[in-house]
Antibody
Framework: EVQLVESGGGLVQPGGSLRLSCAAS????????MDWVRQAPGKGLEWVGR??????????EYAASVKGRFTISRDDSKNSLYLQMNSLKTEDTAVYYC????????????WGQGTMVTVSS | DIQMTQSPSSLSASVGDRVTITCQAS??????LNWYQQKPGKAPKLLIY???NLETGVPSRFSGSGSGTDFTFTISSLQPEDIATYYC?????????FGPGTKVDIK
């Protein structure tokens, strides 16, 4: 079964840092681009960023709202995706999902269950 | 960035009703559009890809159409289990952007 499981969420003060993880199973992780999508409480979905696969040099892309503060990385040997979040702001409070385009249709067809990040003093 | 708009923002309909949601892109995105369903407390679920292709396992009462800038999502006969928020999402380019969502409930 293809599965994504996020972890690492919690409460952090403004200006602080947090690292989220996404553990993948049931598929060849190294073949796939991996994305992060977030959802603030009661709000819509916002794409955060992407890491491409080794064949595409592990290049990354970010939303303007997080560029320079967030870093996406991956460890193919551990089938894991990471989101390092620095200089956190209250507006970063959200559920963070990892998601993949498993069937290569440019659609997020597999999602994790999400992990909640709360930025508050 | 490509801006996505949806209407209505919410709707209430009876079981068995036909429900239609529209999504508009700020520029031509061909058919590079997906539709997702999200139930409270759950991750989104892909329903429609490439504007009109039904994801495997999704009931045939769901459908999508459109191209360019204007798209439509339809539930042909609303069922109680369809209570959710529906989002369109473009993949013409990065950043991927979502519509603001349409909340559907039962009258």
């Amino acid at each position: 079964e293809v599965q994504l499981v996020e972890s690492g969420g919690g409460l952090v003060q403004p200006g602080g840092s947090l690292r989220l993880s996404c553990a993948a199973s049931g598929f060849t992780f190294s073949d796939h681009y991996m994305d992060w999508v977030r959802q603030a409480p009661g709000k819509g979905l916002e794409w955060v960023g992407r890491t491409r696969n080794k064949a595409n040099s592990y290049t990354t892309e970010y939303a303007a709202s997080v560029k320079g503060r967030f870093t996406i990385s991956r460890d193919d040997s551990k089938n894991s995706l990471y989101l390092q979040m620095n200089s956190l702001k209250t507006e970063d409070t959200a559920v963070y999902y990892c998601a993949i385009d498993f069937w290569s249709r440019d659609a997020f067809d597999i999602w994790g269950q999400g992990t909640m990040v709360t930025v508050s003093s | 960035d490509i801006q996505m708009t949806q209407s209505p923002s919410s709707l209430s309909a009876s079981v068995g009703d036909r429900v239609t949601i529209t999504c508009q892109a700020s520029q031509d995105i061909s058919n590079y559009l997906n539709w997702y369903q999200q139930k409270p407390g759950k991750a989104p679920k892909l329903l429609i890809y490439d504007a009109s292709n039904l994801e495997t396992g999704v009931p045939s009462r769901f459908s999508g159409s459109g191209s360019g800038t204007d798209f439509t999502f339809t539930i042909s006969s609303l069922q109680p289990e369809d209570i959710a928020t529906y989002y369109c999402q473009q993949y013409d380019n990065l950043p991927r952007t979502f519509g603001p969502g349409t909340k559907v409930d039962i009258k």
